[in-house]
């Protein structure tokens, strides 16, 4: 299936920002763990990226996360309300506002019934805890498949190759927190 360009310029203003920074394809691959190919394709909108991902290249960029996990304009007109980023098959709201510049956010995240994400798998530098309130998913962290229900919590080292899917026929509720030194 291929993969639709993302409207929403979060490619772009990755892109800009790594090449104001003058921020090589080397150096970001090399700090970030992504392959050059994968980077090149978040930064067309042919790939979009996880939240991991997000966090990642904002501590290599020195950006705020928050420039690049909510859409300028749309936080412009809907300051009052919560945001949401929608990803192919999964949506996450940032639940730590102010937390710009911290090591340590959180979100609640959606992921679609049956939804698998595309594209490069997880891994970040640091930990990660996912809690799950409602539905259930499979959290794969290197080769181990670990299934949560609603109520089950996990923690784990995001430095190993992690993935998210909903085997389920509901949507499944999550929070997750990620800490990134």
């Known amino acids: 299936m291929a993969r639709k360009k993302d409207p929403a310029p979060i490619g ?45 290249i904002s501590r290599v960029l020195q950006l705020d996360s928050d420039f690049l996990l909510k859409d300028p304009e749309e936080a412009r007109e809907k300051r009052a309300q919560a945001y949401t980023k929608r990803t192919d098959q999964y949506a996450y709201t940032p639940l730590t ?26 891994q970040h530098e640091g930990e990660e805890f996912v809690h799950v309130l409602e539905g259930q998913v499979e959290v794969q962290v290197g080769d181990h498949v670990n299934a949560l229900s609603a109520g089950d919590s996990l923690h784990f080292n ?14 499944a509720t999550l929070i997750v927190v990620v800490y990134v030194p």
Not at 14 to 29: E, H, N, S, Y
Not at 99 to 122: D, P
Request: proline share 4%.
């Open 12 to 56: 772009k203003r990755i892109k800009r920002a790594r090449l104001d920074r003058k921020v090589t394809l080397d150096t970001m691959a090399n700090e970030t763990g992504l392959a050059k190919e994968d980077i090149k394709q978040i930064e067309s909108g042919d790939k979009r990226p996880s939240v991991g991902t997000l966090l990642q």
């Open 97 to 122: 506002p102010g937390a710009e510049n911290k090591h340590l956010k959180a979100f609640r995240i959606v992921v679609e019934a049956g939804a698998h994400h595309e594209g490069v798998g997880f």
């Open 158 to 171: 995001s430095g190993i190759k992690h993935d998210l899917r909903n085997p389920g026929q509901m949507d």
